[in-house]
């Protein structure tokens, strides 16, 4: 049901385009600067995801963005530095499953529950990589070397408490591989890992592994959604006889108490982008899925999805 929740919703932006722009057009923006805050390195699949549509979104909401990368405690000091910021739509934070899981996993001073949902923009298909020098051509190749070597064999993921590591961790239980999985502070220190032969696999978003990809410095093994994803040529991990299907989202959230014109204003502009044409074909070719949500529905779609993260996290044993 959460699934084809999230397909109407796609489908359903572009018809709201018109009546966005419209509503946009009556709705000023009370700043003339906002930071929009982010736990990703440069570089990373949420520098990345602000940045471009910052280029995008500025002139529609009449806003200069600046982004700023707040690294350390697994996203805690970026969600400490929103939550404490003035609930008034000048300072907002890409908000990723990742903050959801280190305010399980670890001790935070503000977990994800100190922040306002202000929109879900995407959903963001997983792939696991190798080097391109790697003799492995499927995933299924991968496994095997890995339960051939148990204990030898090493797999990169991002930050500790990151849905990357916690699928590495599954994909590790459900395969019997034994493999050692290494996290980092970001996707752009574990590319590094896995390009130099630290690693066997790694793990990111189509849109944080591009330039690596079109570079020919490494081979996608899989996609960890559950049907193929449109344009990218690339069987399932289901498909390669591992029912391991990840989600992960990409949004917006802001100090708790954003008034209504700051949380109109957004939903707004962020319709009236995801509809332009310059905008689509540059998240199409990073393969997001436009899946908009407004604060009511975000807020929804948060509070499920950390029921069912919990429930994941104590199947793994992560959390009591």
Do not use: C
């Not at 202000?118 to 959903?123: G, N, Q, R």
């Not at 970001?186 to 896995?194: F, L, N």
């Amino acid at each position: 049901m959460l699934r084809r929740g999230w397909l109407l919703a796609a489908l359903g932006f572009a018809a709201l385009g018109f009546a966005a722009r419209g509503a946009l057009a009556q709705t000023p923006y009370p700043h003339r600067n906002v930071t929009l805050v982010t736990h990703s390195s440069p570089g990373g699949g949420s520098d990345v995801f602000l940045r471009v549509l910052a280029r995008h979104l500025g002139p529609k909401m009449g806003v200069h963005f600046a982004v700023e990368n707040v690294r350390g405690g697994s996203g805690a000091r970026a969600v400490s530095r929103v939550a404490q910021a003035p609930a008034d739509g000048s300072v907002l934070y890409a908000t990723t499953p990742t903050y959801i899981q280190t305010s399980m996993l670890s001790r935070v001073p503000h977990g994800y529950d100190s922040l306002m949902p202000v929109a879900i923009v995407f959903l963001d298909p997983e792939v696991i990589y190798t080097r391109a020098e790697s003799p492995h051509r499927t995933l299924a190749e991968a496994l095997a070397h890995a339960r051939a070597r148990p204990g030898k064999g090493r797999w990169g993921a991002s930050n500790p408490a990151s849905l990357e590591r916690i699928a590495m961790e599954r994909l590790n239980r459900m395969t019997r591989a034994r493999a050692v999985i290494v996290s980092h502070e970001g996707g752009g220190d574990q590319m590094i890992g896995v390009l130099n032969g630290t690693y066997d696999l790694g793990i990111g978003e189509i849109q944080e592994v591009r330039a690596q990809l079109e570079a020919k410095k490494i081979r996608l093994l899989a996609v960890l959604t559950g049907d193929r994803v449109p344009g990218l040529e690339l069987a399932t991990a289901r498909e390669q006889g591992v029912d391991l299907v990840v989600t992960k989202f990409r949004g917006l959230a802001g100090p708790k108490h954003l008034p209504p014109e700051v949380l109109k204003a957004w939903s707004a502009g962020l319709q009236a982008v995801l509809a332009d044409p310059a905008y689509q074909r540059e998240y199409a070719r990073e393969s997001l899925i436009a899946s908009f949500m407004g604060p009511g529905q975000a807020g929804e779609f948060t509070a499920k999805f950390a029921g069912e993260l919990a429930a994941s996290l104590r199947e793994l044993g992560l959390l009591k």
